[in-house]
């Protein structure tokens, strides 16, 4: 006859703990601290505790359930955040559907319409924008992770892409380069223009110009990338260097001045912007700014959690750090020569 599965009192028979102690650190409220968490997990993993979710559900008229919901779901860049979201919420028995919002406006309130309706529990946002609604979203359990959206009172995980843009173009600065132009993103948005105008500041700090057309509107898609290349390139005052707002962009870049005859980064040098993983399959390997996707999508877990265990959201922005890693597509500056014939 089998043992019967290990119940929470077993654990905290074990650690000698109360099992309400234990009931809060395996549901991830963030109110048992170090080190009892970890031996309240560790003896959990020993004894092969599973809650019992459907038991769980019932009592707390809850779904266990929590969405991810992105603006396309093709987007490679967005698999590490999910990888840091999904392993916060199994630690606290959730489990997590990502929702492909498309960049569609009723597709993304229809996913609000599912929190709202208690078919989820909670929301980690990354589309930059909310839908329009009858209802108060504002109060629904929802954490905004990296594409920030001003004027709501949601908590926002992010980090801070005037800087780390700033940081990318001073790098370029520092290798002698002075025609620097900018392939943007969509700059209805926060985001993009945060690294625009980083872009700017870095420019300005040290005293270059920044020619009319220089900044390239772009949509962070590869074509949008090859687009704005295509017209830099059209200039007489071509660009030594292109800082874009993110990889794929970048990615489009490069395809462009190849498909020139222009060698990166010889002729010109490209920094893209999300460290994505085909940033380093490609050649050359790019100079990027990377994100710590899989942390932000913890964090973003972690605080969303903390707010269905209805405890305070943080009082600003939780601010993640930044790395420039330097990779083959970025090198000193050498007078453009543009293409003949």
């Given at each position: 006859?089998?043992?019967?599965?290990?119940?929470?009192?077993?654990?905290?028979?074990?650690?000698?703990?109360?099992?309400a102690t234990v009931s809060r650190a395996l549901s991830g409220t963030g109110l048992v601290a170090e080190p009892t968490l970890s031996r309240i997990r560790e003896a959990a993993e020993a004894l092969d505790y599973r809650p019992n979710v459907s038991a769980r559900n019932l009592r707390r008229q809850s779904s266990m359930t929590v969405l991810m919901v992105v603006r396309d779901i093709g987007n490679p860049f967005y698999l590490?955040?999910?990888?840091?979201?999904?392993?916060?919420?199994?630690?606290?028995?959730?489990?997590?559907?990502?929702?492909?919002?498309?960049?569609?406006?009723?597709?993304?309130?229809?996913?609000?319409?599912?929190?709202?309706?208690?078919n989820a529990d909670g929301m980690v946002l990354m589309t930059g924008k909310l839908p329009s609604s009858r209802f108060r979203l504002d109060r629904l359990p929802v954490v905004v992770a990296l594409e920030s959206i001003e004027g709501t009172g949601f908590p926002h995980v992010e980090i801070d892409n005037h800087g780390a843009a700033r940081e990318a173009v001073r790098h370029l600065i520092s290798l002698g380069h002075r025609r620097i132009a900018h392939i943007a993103g969509p700059l209805a948005e926060?985001?993009?223009?945060?690294?625009?105008?980083?872009?700017?500041?870095?420019?300005?700090?040290?005293?270059?110009?920044?020619?009319?057309?220089?900044?390239?509107?772009?949509?962070?898609?590869?074509?949008g990338g090859r687009d704005g290349c295509r017209a830099l390139l059209a200039r007489a005052d071509a660009p030594t260097a292109i800082f874009c707002a993110n990889d794929e962009m970048a990615f489009g870049a490069i395809h462009e001045l190849r498909r020139s005859g222009l060698d990166v980064p010889r002729d010109v040098s490209v920094v893209g912007f999300d460290d994505i993983y085909l940033s380093q399959a490609i050649y050359p390997p790019l100079t990027t700014v990377s994100q710590p996707r899989a942390e932000i999508g913890r964090m973003a877990m972690g605080v969303l959690l903390d707010i269905m265990a209805g405890g305070k959201p943080p009082d600003g922005p939780v601010m993640m750090p930044t790395t420039l890693m330097l990779r083959e597509s970025t090198a000193p500056a050498r007078e453009f020569e543009p293409l003949r014939g």
């Open positions: 006859m089998n043992a019967r599965p290990p119940k929470m009192k077993d654990i905290a028979r074990r650690l000698g703990v109360s099992p590490e955040v999910m990888k840091g979201v999904e392993a916060a919420a199994r630690e606290a028995g959730y489990a997590v559907l990502m929702g492909n919002a498309e960049n569609d406006p009723d597709r993304e309130a229809e996913y609000f319409a599912m929190l709202r309706d208690g926060p985001m993009a223009i945060r690294r625009r105008d980083g872009f700017r500041a870095a420019m300005a700090e040290a005293d270059l110009a920044i020619p009319a057309g220089y900044e390239q509107a772009g949509d962070y898609l590869l074509q």
